[in-house]
């Protein structure tokens, strides 16, 4: 394994995470018909945490949703022959309100179109935004983040790692070089 390099650390992580809950408010201009919606696994758990920031800072509940997206990627037969389903679950309307789709990592834009995907299934929102922890290009679709904790430069051949305390006993994020 490749040595890799600290991108952000616990504290930084709450920052950005703070941060980006406060963008969202103020683009939003408060909670009325907001909604927040998590990739699972790291996207599901980063929705919550800005859920917990924004229901502090505007002392109501913000309605929380987990989204798999598994069945709806354009390389499921590259995933294996029994890919692994958590489940989705959104436990109420998206008709007519502001979605905020949440993800780790926006890469290729291609697990972000099957989120839309699925999204759409459920109903037809007012507006879909998309939230990420960290943004490191190489786009092959058009599909760009309308919040952004980080910006990374990072060449094919790095990959960056988030880590969630739910999921990994820490968090931060790491960026490694990999043999090609």
Excluded: C
Excluded at 12 to 32: A, C, P
Aim: charged letters at 35%; zero cysteines.
């Amino acid at each position: 394994m490749t040595a890799r390099r600290t991108v952000l650390e616990q504290r930084e992580m709450h920052w950005v995470v703070t941060r980006l809950s406060h963008e969202i408010l103020e683009r939003n201009r408060g909670i009325r018909d907001l909604v927040v919606v998590g990739i699972r696994t790291r996207g599901a758990h980063l929705a919550a945490r800005i859920v917990r920031e924004i229901e502090a800072i505007e002392g109501h509940r913000v309605p929380l949703g987990i989204l798999d997206i598994t069945l709806y990627r354009d390389d499921l037969q590259d995933v294996g022959p029994q890919p692994v389903i958590r489940g989705t679950d959104i436990p109420f309307d998206i008709e007519e309100k502001v979605v905020v789709l949440v993800d780790d990592v926006l890469y290729t834009g291609r697990t972000v179109r099957a989120a839309l995907d699925e999204i759409i299934d459920f109903g037809r929102p007012k507006r879909i935004w998309l939230a990420v922890l960290i943004d490191r290009g190489h786009r092959e679709l058009p599909i760009a983040a309308d919040f952004v904790g980080e910006r990374l430069q990072t060449a094919e051949n790095e990959v960056v790692e988030v880590m969630v305390t739910e999921e990994d006993g820490e968090d931060s994020v790491y960026m490694r070089e990999i043999a090609k």
